[in-house]
Nanobody
């Protein structure tokens, strides 16, 4: 089992950047595939990006490709989401998730553990 805690959210102006972090504790972090999702009020949870255990496989949603970058540091038990060129429509609660498998797809039901989320608000 792994516990996930997100941080780095906040208020930023459109065009700005934020870097989210997700710290993991518990079972060995390097055995999990990791992902970021977000959920805006009244909307379904949306896949953003995923990364495999050794960072070889990366997967991005079209909506964030070229603006967001996922990375991980297994020595620090942390996964990151660098977000650039932020838009007001990026406003949401951002969640990290861990899959106890090699899955790096967009189906949230395939992820076994979730953090509590961190709020990102982008002002126009």
């Amino acid at each position: 089992q792994v516990q996930l805690v997100e941080s780095g959210g906040g208020l930023v102006q459109a065009g700005g950047s934020l870097r989210l972090s997700c710290a993991a504790s518990g079972r060995t972090f390097s055995t999990y595939a990791m992902a970021w999702f977000r959920q805006a009020p009244g909307k379904k949870r949306e896949f953003l990006a995923a990364i495999s255990q050794t960072s070889i496989n990366l997967n991005y949603a079209d909506s964030v490709k070229g603006r967001f970058t996922i990375s991980r540091d297994n020595a620090k038990n942390t996964v990151y989401l660098q977000m650039n060129s932020l838009k007001p429509e990026d406003t949401a609660i951002y969640y990290c998730a861990a899959a106890d498998s090699y899955y790096t797809g967009s189906d949230p039901s395939r992820y076994d553990y979730w953090g509590q989320g961190t709020q990102v608000t982008v002002s126009s």
